[in-house]
């Protein structure tokens, strides 16, 4: 496998766009990778465009090949991946495949969604897409519902508090609101958070993620064409994707998911390095509990510490293992094509030293999307490699 | 790269199942290809899984994981791809790169589609998400009236005419009375054809493919696998996935499609073959004149002679270059996500000697799958490779 190196980045602010189609927004944010990374769109080689329900919310597919026209790519081979949440993860690994094993020099990824037209109950229609309808779907079990279960499975095996729990909240939406991509970034206080209305016990209204619009992207090139962009190296050291069960009945834990645990596994032997190298991580906050989760999964904080490390403030920036210092999923937002492809703006601005909540010295990040009730799972390790 | 050889191949019929769901007949089409090949299903390093509109007429995403439990697989990458009704062939291919580029020696690319229960207002619109909704889409064009222009341009340019189109249903639905995985098959006079109630001038009703439900499967492996399972070998002599206009005015001249004669080009430079060397091929004739203009783009047939060809009996079983001996789009059926596989599950029956309308001493076969208006195309060329 080659060496593959992110060269562009582009994303939209996440929010509401309401007069523009998913397709321009994803064009907009491919557009704005190409630029960044300074090299000709002629020598792209493979697009791979991540998207859930543009079927269901706006009645559009082949996003991919329409993107490219706009962009005005060669006549390469343009693929929409999905895998619910993590489609944009897919999208990223697989630009990140063709170069690595040698198919062309050049790829993009780009992500995408737009919903906010659509209305909260064609939304949450669309979403449940990514749950097992024949099981979960027809008993009437929504994602909310599924990741409150999660929370009290969690807080019944280690104690997890509605206290402990906010200070994540706490934390993204401060994070967020210094991100001027972020959709929802606040500075609430944990009586705020603890007192916002009911929307799934023991979910409440800032523990879950906004309903999103946005885009975003990724030009990815072989290492040997470093000279040719601007910029510092920054590395895929490895990309892993994974899947877990599609239904709550094959979770025997609900405290952990599958998918991620083996994609950690796999992007720390495949890189070499270890949880403590991990200078930050953007991760998967769909609802304020997938980050205790997640952050144990990838073994960034001990098991059944998530939240009180949060609490602690160990996971803040400048603590010991900053997370989501972009305002993750709960205050950035969550466009959900879109999203494996924010996690990746995010932590190559961090390692180009460029963030608005910069971490000091940071020189490895890792990006981990989450699918549905963990049956997809994407998790990269980016490092800074000046040569 | 890798050589890669076709180990197992599966397929449920193609037409109606009324009480089973998408990812249901994928499974069974997957599991089938499994164990024809009678390798272990623990050995399968990648799933892929094109499909088109489960989203909008099923209400289901995440298919390519819903699938790879039901089947017991491991916790392995599984992804959906989607470039409208190419999404079965692109997954094929995928499935194909994964191997020949190292990434594991056994995947399987599956296609499913189910649209019957939907009825045909929701089907048209929902293969209507195939268009550029911002142009083609809102002025009330569809895909019988887009191929219904295709077909006048091409009459005008090389005196095409009805009677020489209806030699192209007449050999497709016949050949589909002999398949068993046919959806409808029919003994048909050409008078009967021409006479056929009208749906969009000049296409009639036999000149359209039916809305079928239906899955394929294909299970691919190393080339150094060949002595782990029975059967001829069968390899993949080249695969191409190319991108054209996504809509109407993009297209300069409607009697050729650009990603037809780009992906003809990189598989005959891949395999090193040119078109007199293809001894059949199953090709997308979702409309009976999209079979004249596909044939003529890979080289097949002499520029407008594509009709005239089918006439005079040379695209025949027994002719100079059988096309759609199985039956093609218009008879054996077109559950969208799925026929890119039964493409290769029709090519991989007639390398193996084992087709209901074998051509001699086949031993070179094609597939050409096309999504929308020509916006993505993948071909494949199937060599039987006998050591």
Same mark, same amino acid.
């Given at each position: 496998m080659r060496q593959v190196l992110v060269a562009g980045i582009g994303s939209t602010p996440f929010g509401r766009h309401a007069d523009v189609a998913v397709e321009a927004l994803a064009a907009r944010a491919a557009d704005a990778a190409i630029r960044d990374s300074g090299l000709d769109k002629s020598e792209?080689? $493979?697009l791979y465009l991540g998207n859930f329900v543009a079927g269901p919310l706006s009645g559009q597919e082949v996003l991919a090949g329409l993107v490219a026209d706009e962009l005005g790519l060669g006549q390469i081979p343009c693929s929409k991946t999905e895998g619910a949440c993590a489609s944009g993860g897919i999208a990223f690994r697989h630009a990140y495949l063709a170069i690595a094993t040698g198919q062309c020099d050049v790829a993009i990824a780009v992500g995408a969604e737009k919903m906010s037209h659509a209305g909260t109950a064609a939304v949450?229609?669309?979403?449940?897409? $990514?749950m097992d309808n024949l099981s979960d779907g027809r008993s009437g079990l929504t994602f909310p519902g599924f990741f409150g279960m999660v929370w009290n499975a969690h807080a019944a095996r280690y104690g997890t508090t509605r206290e402990m729990v906010a200070a994540i909240v706490q934390k993204n939406k401060r994070n967020g609101l210094s991100n001027p991509l972020a959709q929802m970034g606040a500075d609430l206080s944990l009586e705020q958070i603890a007192a916002a209305k009911p929307i799934c016990d023991p979910?409440?209204?800032?523990?879950?993620?906004?309903?999103?619009?946005?885009?975003?992207?990724?030009?990815?090139?072989?290492?040997?064409?470093?000279?040719d962009f601007a910029g510092p190296r920054i590395a895929i050291a490895a990309s892993a994707q994974t899947r877990g069960s599609p239904r709550l009945a094959g979770i025997g834990n609900l405290t952990s998911f599958r998918a991620n645990v083996d994609a950690a596994r796999i992007v720390y032997e495949q890189s070499g390095l270890s949880p403590s190298d991990i200078d930050l991580c953007e991760l998967h906050d769909?609802?304020?509990?997938?980050?205790?989760?997640d952050s144990e999964d990838l073994g960034l904080v001990p098991r059944g510490k998530g939240a009180v490390w949060a609490a602690e403030g160990r996971t803040a920036v400048g603590g010991e293992i900053p997370i989501n210092p972009g305002g993750g999923l709960l205050a950035k937002g969550h466009p959900v094509g879109a999203t494996g492809l924010g996690q990746i703006y995010e932590i190559v601005t961090q390692l180009r030293g460029k963030h608005p909540n910069q971490v000091k010295n940071a020189g490895v990040g890792m990006t981990h999307n989450l699918g549905g009730a963990g049956v997809a799972c994407t998790v990269t390790i980016l490092k800074r490699?000046?040569?």
């Open positions: 792209i080689g $493979a949450t229609s669309a979403l449940n897409c $990514a979910l409440q209204l800032y523990d879950c993620c906004p309903i999103s619009d946005g885009a975003a992207a990724a030009l990815l090139v072989a290492a040997d064409r470093a000279n769909c609802f304020s509990i997938a980050e205790v989760v490699t000046d040569a």
